[in-house]
């Protein structure tokens, strides 16, 4: 039975307002500068100053702009790292814009091939709503930029540069969601009248062909060979000349994607720790690498990513960023605003209970460079971010280990720092993953 809110219910809660002290202050504070800056503590500044016992230099941040590459932009940095280091080239950047001109072409075909499958379900099938609410954007996982990388390898910034369209994607990405969506009614009309299977592949690679120029157009086209050359640290001059790409990421960067595992933290009674998860509907190359997540506790997470970070190894990682951070201060803590004190209100909520009830999910990764240990315990950690220089301390960020605890989400570890057991749990799960639904939090694309 549903009742209404009277008006002696308004005068209780009125009267009410009386007996909680401070509130006209509260108000003050609250209506002139925002909830934010009238509950924002002081304290964090304090407890999170930059300085670390664990620390990777890892030089000047890269800078997304207008764009959800973050995932992209953290992976490769992790991988533009060593590379500086090895070839002695500071600042030296890997093309995001190559990865995102085969991802936005590879996820335009997942989201046809998705169409085709599913194409017998109605349009209000809450799958089908899925695919078609966002046939493609910006973010995704690590899992995704190595599908890409195996495929179609990887370039130098320098060899193939950002355009106004990968720095700012909204106009690309409308213009190729109306453009799939347009294409995907026509693939499930033509399945459902009966259209043989090569006409509708014939009909698909048309589709295809419309994306790829669009594609060009507005990114640029990809190179198949070019010659690399470069000026070390030290004024010496190199050049590699009729280099593929597939051939410079074997050669100058080398790491063995295979190697590398994507952890997470998800303590919902859903998921089992020491299981793997793939979620449906998630990812971007057909016949590519599938998204796969080893279930770990936090303490579990955190013991690999200081084992890795010891060995002088940066951690990609995914977390909800939007939560309790200050983003010009460049902080992450989950006492950096007091909005419970401000309203004498209870906010608290369990990491389970934030993800079954949509409060929290990744929507953005970063790279862990360094930590901070008081007698063998994370205190604050280190984060390079992709906003440029401008935010926190020249683009880095600095997160407690409170916020850790609450708001990551994923890491990724190379295989050699798990345990035998780990490693195992890993190889059997990963071949018969349990499958997650498409809207799980698990399979939230990092974004921002």
């Not at 190894?313 to 951070?325: H, I, L, Q, T």
């Not at 909005?339 to 790279?367: P, T």
Request: charged fraction near 25%; hydrophobic fraction near 35%; glycine fraction near 6%.
């Amino acid at each position: 039975m549903t009742k209404e809110i009277t008006n002696d219910n308004i005068a209780n809660y009125t009267a009410d307002l009386a007996k909680h002290a401070g509130i006209n202050i509260a108000s003050r504070a609250a209506q002139q500068n925002g909830i934010y800056k009238a509950s924002q503590n002081l304290q964090s500044k304090i407890d999170l100053d930059p300085t670390f016992s664990i620390e990777i230099d890892t030089g000047k941040p890269s800078d997304q702009k207008q764009s959800g590459r973050c995932w992209m932009f953290s992976a490769l940095n992790t991988m533009r790292h060593p590379l500086q280091k090895e070839y002695k080239v500071k600042d030296f950047e890997l093309s995001q814009n190559y990865t995102n001109f085969w991802d936005k072409f590879e996820k335009s075909n997942w989201f046809f091939e998705n169409v085709i499958a599913s194409a017998k379900q109605p349009l209000g099938d809450r799958k089908v709503s899925f695919l078609f609410a966002t046939p493609q954007q910006d973010g995704g996982q690590w899992d995704m930029l190595c599908g890409l990388i195996e495929k179609y390898g990887i370039v130098p910034k320098s060899v193939y540069p950002e355009t106004a369209n990968a720095t700012n994607s909204s106009a690309l990405n409308d213009t190729l969601n109306t453009l799939l969506r347009k294409d995907g009614l026509v693939l499930r009309t033509m399945i459902n009248e009966g259209k043989s299977e090569d006409e509708v592949e014939a009909r698909k690679n048309e589709f295809l062909n419309d994306v790829f120029r669009v594609l060009v157009v507005s990114l640029g086209m990809p190179p198949k060979k070019f010659d690399f050359e470069y000026k070390d640290d030290e004024g010496n001059y190199h050049r590699e000349a009729g280099i593929t790409p597939k051939e410079f990421f074997a050669k100058y960067v080398g790491m063995n994607l295979e190697d590398h595992v994507s952890i997470i933290n998800s303590p919902t009674a859903d998921k089992p720790y020491h299981k793997v998860f793939s979620v449906e509907y998630l990812g971007n190359v057909v016949g590519g690498r599938q998204v796969r997540h080893l279930n770990l506790e936090i303490a579990e997470m955190k013991d690999l990513i200081i084992k890795q970070l010891q060995a002088g190894e940066v951690v990609w990682f995914g977390s909800n960023v939007g939560k309790d951070s200050e983003r010009q201060l460049g902080l992450l803590d989950t006492n950096i605003y007091k909005r419970d004190e401000l309203f004498d209100i209870d906010l608290s909520m369990s990491k389970a209970d934030k993800l079954d009830s949509g409060e929290s999910m990744m929507d953005h990764a970063m790279v862990i460079t360094s930590v901070d240990l008081v007698e063998g315990k994370p205190t604050k950690w280190k984060i390079e971010n992709s906003w440029g220089e401008k935010p926190g301390f020249k683009g880095y960020f600095v997160m407690s280990d409170a916020w850790f605890d609450a708001f990551v989400y994923q890491a990724v570890i190379n295989k050699k720092f798990l345990s035998d057991d780990l490693k195992a749990e890993f190889v059997d799960g990963a071949k018969d993953p349990i499958q997650l639904l498409p809207w799980d939090p698990m399979g939230a694309l990092a974004f921002k």
